[in-house]
Nanobody, 115 residues
């Protein structure tokens, strides 16, 4: 079955950097778009970055120029490199993909940006 496992979260000071990684299994990774979402308590999940099967990235305005999404089809991983982090980036970050029948989510990884 589809499995998405995130890693790489943690605590960092404003201006710092983190790289999140998502290990995928159970599906033909290379033909699916992959996404990173984030969620704070009381808010909806927000998509922050996506990357298509053709390796085309897309970002929400709040992270453009600071976050970079990349994928490795051989390793079946998708990474999110986050730089110049701000306190408002604090959230649980989730890896996501979908097919015609379902949405698939990882368990989430906490990112905290605080001085």
């Amino acid at each position: 079955q589809v499995r998405l496992v995130e890693s790489g979260g943690g605590s960092v000071q404003p201006g710092g950097s983190l790289t999140l990684s998502c290990a995928a299994s159970g599906f033909t990774f290379k033909i699916y778009a992959m996404n990173w979402y984030r969620q704070t308590p009381g808010s909806r999940r927000e998509r922050v970055a996506s990357i298509s099967s053709l390796n085309i990235p897309n970002y929400t305005d709040a992270v453009k120029g600071r976050f970079t999404i990349s994928r490795d089809n051989a390793a079946q991983t998708v990474d999110l490199r986050m730089t110049n982090l701000k306190p408002q980036d604090t959230a649980v970050y989730y890896c996501h993909t979908e097919d015609i029948s379902a949405n698939y989510w990882g368990q989430g990884t906490q990112v905290t940006v605080s001085s």
